[in-house]
């Protein structure tokens, strides 16, 4: 088979070109962005086990599997991030928060930054990256996580402190932000469905999604300098709804960002200066 039949068979299947494409370049072991390489070499022949290594991973794909749980890479905010299925596969909607964090930390020295729910590492290496005289902590409940994580930031030789916990609570110290992309849908949400393959305790919080939210609004004033800033992600219809917990825990000047869509998909405020 070559490589034009191959990808022409994966979209068959009802796979985008795009995603045929890329999972072609990483049977072969190529960059994923080297698209131009499958179009300069679409009569090539594949080896009878590359053909059927592609069309196994294709079949996973339509079945909706993430595309960066089939190559173990996602990229975020310019960072290659190892990743598989005991973390959740960063969105780009996510750098909305990454951003934003940045603008706050600009005109701090050495910011004291702890990201909560870290999951694979993206939003504290992210940080890092951007800023390396920031000291960045990152948590998450998940051990599984905490490895996922942990691997990443040696690989990329990024220096960000790892710790387990449930959010705040087992955390010592103030810091000048923090920021998490909690879970945050809403157990029996319709969407659920088409993301069975990721962790669930990593997407669902309560009966209307806001139940870590309010746990780490509740849990932040305690661990926040004065004028230190909580930033969080969550869904395109909370914006509201966080608002106002932020508003009602005390937090002043109290905002939305909007990500690439233009839905306001992050919310935070800043802790009184006195």
């Known amino acids: 088979m070559q490589l034009s039949q ?14 045929a494409q890329l999972l072609l370049l990483h049977v072969l072991v190529r960059a994923p962005n080297d698209r131009a390489w499958l179009l300069a070499h679409d009569s090539d022949a594949l080896a009878t086990e590359a053909v059927e290594r592609f069309l196994e991973l294709a079949q996973r794909r339509v079945g909706g599997e993430p595309l960066a749980y089939l190559t173990g890479v996602k990229e975020f905010y310019g960072l ?8 959740l596969d960063p969105r ?34 992210a940080l890092k990256h951007a800023r390396p005289d920031a000291l960045v902590s990152a948590v998450d409940a998940s051990a599984d996580a905490l490895a996922v994580a942990r691997a990443n930031a040696q690989r ?25 992309n909690p879970p ?30 309010r746990t780490i609004i509740r849990q932040a004033p305690g661990h926040l300098q004065p004028g230190g800033w909580l930033l969080l992600e969550h ?16 937090f002043v000047d109290v905002q939305s960002r909007r990500d690439l869509a233009g839905l306001e998909r992050c919310s935070g405020g800043q802790a009184p200066l006195v």
């Open 6 to 19: 191959a990808i022409a068979a994966a979209i068959a299947l009802g796979l985008p070109r795009l995603d």
């Open 80 to 87: 290659p991030l190892q990743v598989d299925a005991r973390v």
């Open 92 to 125: 780009p909607d996510t750098e909305t928060l990454v951003e934003w964090t940045l603008e706050r930390m600009a005109a701090l020295p050495a910011p004291h930054v702890i990201d909560l729910g870290t999951g694979s590492g993206a939003i504290a290496l």
């Open 156 to 180: 990329l030789g990024l220096e960000v402190t790892f710790l387990p916990g449930n959010w705040l609570a087992s955390i010592a110290g103030q810091f000048d932000l923090i920021v998490s």
């Open 184 to 213: 945050y849908i809403a157990e029996g949400d319709p969407h659920l469905a088409a993301l069975g393959h990721e962790p669930r305790q990593a997407l669902t919080a309560g009966a209307d999604g806001l139940d870590d939210i």
């Open 235 to 250: 869904g395109w219809d909370q914006a509201t709804a966080v608002r106002r917990l932020l508003q009602a825990a005390g």
